[in-house]
């Protein structure tokens, strides 16, 4: 099978008569938005095929609804569709042979970022006001940036992941993508835990620019171009530069380890039994997910405690400014070859986040040749809504467009 582009985001448009909103709350601050609803989330009554037909055709129609999505319809969002997702979301381009790759609205020759890219595409093509996601690796951060969305991948652990298809549960985060940050806060607002909003940081006290990623990436730049608007607007207070060394720390190597243990204990028994087809890079990958060994792990665990270590020693109540992604979306006729190399790269960049369970915004800041891509603010565990509250900040500074 070869890959394909589709028109339409969606596998299921909703029938208003199938879903009925639960009974709703006080709370209506997303009343009338359009809700996409990434096809790894349940929904009482309708299939999950989690981006491969053997899983639709392997599972029961769901009796129950994810926490995430009651939440939301509670809060007044309205239903539009389940989307098209990378398979078993094991993918960060966007692409999927069975049901297509949803056409990038913004650059229709380049893929539009995974897994969660039917949802991406959705509010990117004006068709949805929210795209609910998930994020491991990149899933929310990536296809936020290609399609010129806002994104959040929450700190790990804060959302309920209840009655959705896991891919590796110790990274796997709900999360979501929206036009506009205003949005992006009001679902933050019906999301994230109560004592998270009570709790959080207010404000950080130094921003830390991670000025050797910067300078590596295609749209360096327009990202220092960036940055030095908010500096002339006095918005980057107490500023400092922070190395951080991904080779060096084996970030995306030890994040892919422990991802890809957890992926074979998870899925291995459905793939034995059932043999799916999968798209060859993902072929790969579960068979490589099955080759690592317990002492791979152990070293694995302890390098990401060191990481985590590390990194949380550094931030404290400071921010992170970094590249989203090495650049532009590659092209959809882009080989097997490049886009694997396209990965590594990709993964040294959302590893940092992936591995230490921190919360990290993505702003759509910039373009380059015409294509969206962005920047990223990562701060402490729990410090989502100061990420938020930053971000609001400096936008009022203004971009450089």
């Given at each position: ?10 596998l299921?448009v ?18 009338g ?8 989330f349940?929904i ?10 053997t899983?639709?055709?392997s599972?029961?129609?769901?009796t129950?609804?994810s ?13 539009c ?75 790990h652990?804060?959302i309920?992941s ?26 933050a ?6 004592e ?28 220092q ?29 030890t994040?892919?380890?422990?991802q ?5 204990h ?9 043999k ?13 997910c ?21 990194i ?5 109540d ?24 396209y ?53 009022g ?5």
């Amino acid at each position: 099978m070869k890959h394909f582009i589709v028109k339409s985001p969606f596998l299921i448009v909703n029938d208003q008569d199938r879903i009925k909103p639960p009974l709703s709350t006080q709370d209506q601050s997303l009343g009338g938005l359009r809700l996409a609803v990434k096809d790894l989330f349940h929904i009482a009554g309708l299939p999950t095929s989690a981006g491969n037909p053997t899983w639709l055709a392997s599972h029961d129609i769901p009796t129950q609804t994810s926490s995430s999505v009651t939440a939301l319809l509670a809060a007044g969002a309205e239903f539009c569709g389940k989307t098209i997702t990378d398979e078993l979301a094991y993918s960060l381009n966007g692409q999927n042979i069975h049901y297509g790759t949803p056409e990038n609205p913004i650059t229709s020759d380049r893929l539009p970022g995974g897994s969660s890219s039917g949802s991406a595409v959705a509010v990117a093509s004006g068709l949805a006001d929210i795209g609910l996601g998930t994020d491991t690796g990149g899933s929310i951060r990536v296809p936020s940036s290609y399609n010129g969305l806002f994104g959040l991948r929450p700190t790990h652990g804060v959302i309920d992941s209840d009655n959705m298809v896991a891919l590796a549960p110790s990274f796997d985060t709900v999360g979501w993508m929206t036009k506009d940050l205003e949005t992006l806060e009001n679902v933050a607002k019906v999301l994230l835990n109560k004592e998270l909003s009570e709790n959080t940081l207010s404000s950080f006290k130094q921003v830390l620019i991670c000025d050797n990623l910067v300078e590596q990436v295609a749209h360096s730049h327009e990202l220092q171009k960036q940055l030095d608007v908010w500096r002339h607007k006095g918005f980057l207070t107490n500023e400092a530069s922070l190395i951080i060394d991904t080779q060096a720390w084996k970030a995306s190597e030890t994040f892919r380890t422990l991802q890809g243990a957890e992926i074979w204990h998870e899925h291995s028994k459905w793939i034995e039994e059932e043999k799916p087809e999968f798209a060859p890079d993902i072929q790969l990958r579960f068979e490589w997910c099955a080759t690592i060994s317990a002492d791979e792990i152990t070293e694995a665990k302890q390098q990401r405690k060191k990481f985590t270590d590390w990194i949380q020693g550094e931030l404290k109540d400071s921010v992170l400014v970094i590249p989203t992604t090495p650049g532009l979306s590659p092209l959809f006729t882009a080989s097997a070859d490049d886009l694997a190399t396209y990965r590594n790269q990709l993964m040294d960049m959302t590893a940092i986040a992936g591995l230490t369970g921190l919360p990290q915004l993505h702003l759509p800041v910039c373009e380059l040749d015409g294509a969206p891509c962005g920047l990223s603010l990562i701060g402490s565990k729990g410090s989502d809504l100061a990420l938020i509250a930053f971000a609001k900040t400096l936008l009022g500074a203004g971009t450089n467009e």
